[in-house]
């Protein structure tokens, strides 16, 4: 996996996903925890689903954009908070936080039922 470190904060190049540096430092972070595998992966998989779910909707968090998408009824989707799924993992189970759109269903890619 090809990576780059700046002020600006890391980006997976290729991945197409880039951290802030808050976002760097709280993942530099997980290493000071009892199990900072665990922590490392749960954080990681919750800013990929950050990710996925802000181009499903077509805007980041609180914002206020006109290229916000819409649910086949024509309705803005918008987020409604989380709900929490449990993710089992050869390194544990994590909890990773799921963001429902209004309207519809979200299933990260990674998490789709076969």
Do not use: H, W
């Amino acid at each position: 996996m090809n990576t780059s470190a700046s002020k600006e904060g890391l980006s997976l190049l290729g991945q197409g996903i880039a951290l802030s540096p808050a976002q760097f430092e709280a993942l530099s972070k997980s290493m000071d925890s009892d199990e900072p595998i665990k922590e490392l992966m749960t954080k990681t998989l919750n800013l990929m689903i950050e990710a996925e779910f802000e181009v499903k909707i077509g805007a980041k968090k609180s914002e206020q954009t006109p290229e916000r998408k819409r649910s086949p009824d024509g309705t803005k989707l918008y987020r409604c908070g989380y709900r929490t799924r449990r993710f089992d993992t050869t390194c544990g189970t994590l909890m990773l936080k799921i963001p429902p759109p209004n309207k519809g269903g979200f299933i990260p890619s990674f998490l789709k039922r076969y």
